[in-house]
T-cell receptor
């Protein structure tokens, strides 16, 4: 079993939809949780960063962590075509990040 | 700041040839990471350095891969000899303030 599991998609939604992206993990020691966004032919860039359980909101993006279920989510409200990218969850291990395989999102006009 | 710089951006080579990928981290960052990304396996950590010292190379696939960081502003990842299964996008990232910043990647194709 992988330490971090993420549905690869692709996920295709119309503009304006609410998008939910999810990851599960197995290591209860993870404390820091991140979402990276990767546009085609670019490097991943940090989108959201949360510590422990709870919610964090930044504009149209909300990151949610449920440590009891070992489950994290990223919600995108009012999705835009410019949100089309691959979204990777990442979790902080001892001194390195463990990444999910990424979910490819396509928002069509 | 220019961000993490990688070169070359694209590399096409023949099986058996030596390939050298280069990375310049963001100035002031003390940690540097090399990743490989493929459709099948996603983003895999190959090796990382703290203060120019290799800390964990358990992700390096085999002895054909080697990485060096001779100073705080430069690192190389070398594959010798290269094989078609090494075809992937190789990313370098540096860490500052707990956050990893990725370079644009080197797209490697081994024929």
């Amino acid at each position: 079993q992988k330490e971090v599991e993420q549905d690869p998609g692709p996920l295709s939604v119309p503009e304006g939809a609410i998008v939910s992206l999810n990851c599960t993990y197995s290591n209860s020691a993870f404390q820091y949780f991140m979402w990276y966004r990767q546009y085609s032919r670019k490097g991943p860039e940090l989108l959201m960063y949360t510590y422990s359980s709870g919610n964090k909101e930044d504009g149209r993006f909300t990151a949610q962590v449920d440590k009891s279920s070992k489950y994290i989510s990223l919600f995108i409200r009012d999705s835009q075509p410019s949100d089309s990218a691959t979204y990777l969850c990442a979790m902080h291990g001892t001194d390195k990040l463990i990444f999910g395989t990424g979910t490819r999102l396509q928002v069509f006009p | 700041d220019a961000g993490v710089i990688q070169s070359p951006r694209h590399e096409v080579t023949e099986m058996g040839q030596e390939v050298t990928l280069r990375c310049k981290p963001i100035s002031g960052h003390n940690s540097l990471f090399w990743y490989r990304q493929t459709m099948m396996r996603g983003l895999e950590l190959l090796i990382y350095f703290n203060n120019n010292v290799p800390i964990d190379d358990s992700g390096m696939p085999e002895d054909r891969f080697s990485a060096k960081m001779p100073n705080a502003s430069f690192s190389t990842l070398k594959i010798q000899p290269s094989e078609p299964r090494d075809s992937a996008v190789y990313f370098c990232a540096s860490r500052g303030g707990g956050i990893q910043y990725f370079g644009p990647g080197t797209r490697l194709l081994v024929l």
